[in-house]
């Protein structure tokens, strides 16, 4: 497909397990974004990533959450360890970077049920 | 700073009124700006775009409105629906990269 997609659309683990949270950004996409939704709030920033420079990480809640984005395309966010409250919606989203005034394209984000 | 787990403010609005969604940004290096729509269960989708050499834009039954004096932000919604009700977003982008930052969002709630 053309969009961003995001894998699996839900999940549910166990209290204490590790996660993987995948996102497959449109293809030639050189800027990655993950967000945290949790339900009826807005859009908690986790880490960005623009082409081969380091990424933003400052979002992240936790040395348990942790992403990478290999060979500029796909990306993974894993959350160790997890807790109840990462129970959330996890969004990428994904945008050119080149033209700058583009917007961001979302995926339908990864529903986090943690048990 | 980015929104964190706020709670979403709630605008309602009857059925063929107009609507104004506000939006404070942060950045005075922004120059380019978005509204997202978010309704449930899905991904926030693009409304309509800005940029800062602009004051207004309008698109189909949306428009928005810059003033960069006071970094705000509005989004206008002209006879609003029932389909129109979904949580809105504001986005300011700056840089070389254009990196987008999201604002809190309001839950748009239109009743009949």
């Known amino acids: 497909g053309a969009g961003v997609s995001q894998s699996p659309s839900n999940k549910v683990t166990e209290k204490g397990k590790d996660v993987e949270l995948r996102c497959d950004p449109i293809?030639?996409?050189?800027?990655l974004y993950w967000y945290r939704q949790s339900l009826g709030q807005g859009l908690e920033f986790l880490i960005y990533?623009?082409?081969?420079?380091?990424?933003?990480k400052s979002g992240l809640p936790s040395d348990r959450f942790s992403a990478e984005r290999t060979g500029g395309s796909v990306s993974t966010l894993t959350i160790q360890r997890t807790q109840q409250e990462d129970s959330a919606v996890y969004l990428c989203a994904s945008s050119p970077g080149q033209p700058r005034y583009t917007e961001a394209f979302f995926g339908q984000g990864t529903r986090l049920t943690v048990v | 700073g980015e929104s964190v787990g706020l709670h979403l403010p709630t605008l309602s609005v009857q059925e063929g009124d107009n609507s104004i969604i506000n939006c404070a940004y942060s950045?005075?290096?922004?120059?380019?700006f978005i509204w997202y729509k978010q309704e449930s269960g899905k991904g926030p989708q693009f409304i309509i775009d800005i940029r800062s050499n602009m004051d207004k834009r309008q698109g189909q039954r949306v428009t928005v409105l810059l003033n960069k004096t006071v970094k705000h932000l509005s989004l206008q919604i002209a006879a609003t629906q029932p389909g129109d009700s979904a949580v809105y977003f504001c986005a300011e982008g700056w840089g070389s990269w254009g990196k987008l930052q999201f604002g809190a969002g309001t839950q748009v709630v239109v009743t009949p």
């Open positions: 293809s030639g996409h050189t800027a």
């Open positions: 990533f623009q082409g081969n420079s380091a990424p933003d």
């Open positions: 950045n005075s290096a922004s120059d380019y």
